[in-house]
């Protein structure tokens, strides 16, 4: 179990309530820029990756876009060692708000206010 959901559990109160907004808004902004930068890498990969698929095994194009997906793996590392890391966190923090996010509106149905 996440260290987070033993931190953010029901919430009982409008108190509560804001407080996990502003911890869900504190760490919104990090997990956007973690996220752009993943996702630029991913669709990369998975542009090269959806070319091979369609390349038989063995032929010189094959054989280009693998070397070309090494290649690519390679830069990434030497630009950015800490890529693992941003990728774990940027996970984290996936799970983490969509879990604020949904205690958030549980509440709100329970609690039907005009919260915006």
Avoid at 21 to 36: M, V
Avoid at 62 to 83: A, F, M, S, W
């Amino acid at each position: 179990m996440a260290d987070y959901t033993t931190k953010y559990l029901v919430i009982g109160s409008p108190e509560q309530r804001q407080t996990y907004k502003t911890d869900f808004n504190a760490e919104y902004s990090e997990y956007r820029g973690l996220h752009a930068r993943i996702e630029g890498v991913t669709r990369q990969f998975s542009v090269l990756d959806t070319e091979l698929k369609q390349l038989p095994q063995g032929t010189d194009k094959y054989k280009t876009i693998h070397d070309q997906i090494l290649q690519e793996y390679r830069k990434i590392k030497k630009t950015n060692p800490n890529y693992s890391q941003e990728k774990n966190r940027c996970e984290y923090l996936h799970n983490k708000l969509a879990h604020i996010k949904k205690l958030i509106a549980e509440y709100d149905q329970l609690h039907p206010q005009n919260w915006h």
